[in-house]
């Protein structure tokens, strides 16, 4: 089964709608204290998925995700290595990486997005919101075309709610912007109800660069975003579910952020179908 490992503590509150989500899409999640991977009690190598919740990690103090980056950057595990340091080899072996909200600011602030230049330092940040409040409302997303990341495989758009202070994605620098847009790492956009990018509110809700809602990195590795997929997994976590029905009786009863869950699920489990016959090609032999 795939293996998703799911960080908690602190002051995350949103693991169990992660934990739900990968589980209708199949997948085993673990929940589990940040403190017992520091500790050495549980090793990230044995998971496929590493997923950072959102929720207000230490308070929100020096900015949102500051404080858990910096843990993750300076505090030493028991090998003497620091977690940023199993993470990049997480990475280095093809697995993935997933930060919703708190955990999108937390990969941004760590510098794990958009690692433009592949030494994880900070590149962009998130801030705070333009309208000066915390946002909580529906928004919808537009998948970017030419993003190469498996979470967003077959996805156009999608409806999500966000619940944020800090979620103003502010690029400086128009290397860094051209960069980003080159690549295609700007993977997801606030739209209007036209279905084109935004920068009205409040479609975009936190006046984010680029209208950006989510980015990747360049391997399409490691994904975040200020939106809660994991908050729509079912039509009956939508405010409007009853007309939805009414109007359509026959509308799907799963809500848009299930299929993010279900593409991950699915690439790590293709990519192990077609490792098994190579390793199996040895004793053919
Ligand atoms: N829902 C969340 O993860 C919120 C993230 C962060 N605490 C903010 O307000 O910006």
């Known amino acids: ?170 690029i400086s620098g128009a290397d860094t912007l051209a960069q980003i847009q080159d690549k295609a790492l700007n993977c997801l956009t606030y739209i209007g109800y036209d279905d084109s990018p935004t920068d009205v509110y409040p479609h975009n809700p936190n006046g984010a660069d680029l209208n950006c809602a989510g980015l990747t990195d360049p391997t399409g590795q490691v994904f975040g975003l200020m939106p809660h997929p994991e908050a729509f997994l079912s039509l009956y976590n939508h405010p409007d579910w009853a007309r939805r029905k009414r109007l359509n009786r026959g509308i799907s009863e799963e809500g848009d952020g299930l299929k993010l869950f279900r593409n991950i699920v699915e690439h790590v489990q293709g990519q192990r179908a077609e490792a098994v016959p190579q390793e199996a090609s040895q004793f053919l032999s």
Not at 55 to 71: C, E, I, T
Not at 106 to 133: D, I, M, W
């Open 1 to 170: 089964m795939v293996q998703a490992l799911i960080l908690t503590g602190f002051g995350i509150n949103c693991e169990e709608e992660f934990a739900a989500a990968y589980r209708l899409a199949g997948a085993e999640a673990t929940i589990v204290h940040l403190n017992q991977v520091l500790l050495g009690h549980v090793s990230i190598h044995d998971y496929d998925i590493l997923n950072f919740p959102g929720g207000f990690s230490f308070g929100d103090d020096l900015g949102s995700g500051v404080v858990l980056a910096n843990k993750l950057r300076y505090r030493q595990t028991p090998s003497g290595r620091t977690l940023l340091d199993d993470i990049k080899e997480f990475i280095a072996n093809g697995k993935f990486v997933m930060g919703i909200c708190n955990g999108f600011q937390v990969l941004v602030k760590l510098g794990l997005l958009p690692n433009l230049s592949g030494n994880v330092t900070p590149e962009v940040t998130l801030t705070h919101n333009a309208s000066g409040r915390y946002e909580d409302r529906w928004v919808r997303l537009k998948v970017n075309p030419n993003a190469h990341t498996p979470f967003l495989k077959g996805i156009d758009t999608m409806e999500v709610p966000v619940r944020h202070g800090e979620g103003r994605l502010v």
